[in-house]
């Protein structure tokens, strides 16, 4: 397939509720979408980079500055690519894996659409529809628990709730008086040191599913530290940035659950491969997000079809996000399960005209 030209598009999309966390809090969203188009036809993708570099290194404008500069000039260049060539086209660009991603999903779109294949069937969903949670921002204790209330009503089969220090214990005794019997998980997005080990063992009597990510990025061995001295299982996002971190991660001991999310990881191909190697080693794994649109949404739904996900994912209904989602099709909640595509590609209709009415600045690079 030859790529004959990447429109680089921001769009403006306000979330029905603010989301706070550790590192800031996401009201307004700023989002770029990709999208190539090749001599066999187009698609989409969505980079996930947020405004500020808060959850890692990575932000909207020097994603955008990444894609328009270095990766997509690159892809204009190399001919005949498919989505698999991608690794060896873009190789020469370190880091910047949520830049890679988007440009990875709307080539793997633009090929699967060609093929008449899904997303999920590219790569290995095993399941029509998939287990829904979903991550809950920092509210004030009666706000935090109206709005639990609301996702436990609405059919989620389990909740997450951002902690960092001085907002832990707290809110989860609260909401695990509320709600005996829900699923319930935490994610402090690298707000602790290893020295709050005690504070994060205080969490162990409330039956969480995991605690995701209380240390820094970098320190496996703080994460195998705190394993042990904690209950709760650890899981890891922000760390967790390859397959081969991954292996790592988990020979170390730091962690015995992975949130695996393809924009951390430098696309969806390498995803799946962070999947195989925690089945191969008996971990279970489940879908991060980050406030993706249905574009993004799509591909993290047939990710989190694949077998070893096994515990439900943020991978919440467009209607927790967005007033309006920007593909026809937006993702409802049916029995606290999403339902996966089976289209071609990523299975969606993007929304042009809703798209258009959104969009805040449009560029096209061509060959
Ligand atoms: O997409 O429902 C979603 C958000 C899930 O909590 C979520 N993501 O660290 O896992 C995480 C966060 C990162 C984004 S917070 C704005
Ligand atoms: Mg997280």
């Known amino acids: 397939m030859k790529i004959e030209s990447v429109e680089l598009r921001r769009v403006a999309l306000e979330l029905v509720v603010p989301f706070r966390t550790s590192f800031g809090t996401q009201r307004a969203r700023d ?3 990709v999208r190539v188009v090749s001599d066999r036809g187009e698609g989409w993708g969505e980079c996930v980079a947020f405004p500020d570099p808060g959850y890692s290194e990575e932000y909207v404008e020097g994603a955008h500055h990444v894609l328009r500069e270095f990766l ?4 204009l260049a190399a001919g005949d690519v498919g989505a698999a060539d991608l690794g060896r086209v873009l190789g020469g660009v370190v880091g910047n ?10 080539v793997l779109d633009a090929e699967l659409r060609a093929d008449g294949v899904s997303l999920g069937r590219r790569l290995g969903a095993e399941r029509p529809a998939v287990d829904c949670g979903v991550s809950v921002g920092m509210f004030p204790l009666a706000e935090l628990l109206d709005q639990v209330d609301g996702y436990v009503t609405g059919g989620y089969r389990r909740v997450k709730l951002k902690i960092e220090p001085g907002f832990d214990v707290e809110p989860v005794r609260a909401v695990r008086e509320r709600h005996p019997d829900v699923g319930l998980q935490v994610d402090a997005n690298a707000a602790y040191t290893v020295a709050d080990a005690d504070r994060l063992a205080a969490l162990d009597p409330f039956d969480l599913l995991l605690i995701e ?6 320190d496996l061995l703080g994460h195998a530290e705190m394993a ?9 996002d922000e760390s967790i940035t390859s397959a081969r971190v991954a292996e790592l991660a988990i020979t170390l001991g730091a962690c015995s659950i992975v949130n695996i999310k393809a924009g951390r990881v430098g696309g969806y191909l390498e995803a799946v491969a962070v999947h195989d190697v925690c089945v191969a080693h008996g971990i279970p794994v489940w879908c991060g997000g980050m406030l993706e649109t249905g574009i993004g949404r799509a591909a993290n739904v047939a990710l989190a079809a694949l077998p070893g996900f096994t515990l439900p994912g943020d991978t919440s209904a467009s209607d927790r996000y967005y007033a309006r989602d920007v593909v026809r099709e937006p993702f409802v909640l049916h029995d606290g399960r999403l339902t996966v595509p089976t289209g071609p590609g990523l299975g969606i209709t993007v929304d042009l ?8 600045s449009v560029e096209t690079l061509r060959a």
Do not use: G, H, N, W
Not at 72 to 75: E, G, H, L, S
Not at 97 to 106: H, Q, V
Not at 228 to 236: D, N, Q, S
């Open 31 to 33: 989002i770029l979408l």
């Open 72 to 75: 997509a000039p690159r892809v």
């Open 97 to 106: 894996p949520m830049a890679k991603a988007a440009l990875e999903l709307a």
């Open 213 to 218: 990510q209380p240390l820094p990025t970098d």
């Open 228 to 236: 042990r001295r904690v209950r709760t299982p650890i899981c890891l």
């Open 353 to 360: 005209d809703f798209v258009d009415a959104i969009t805040t």
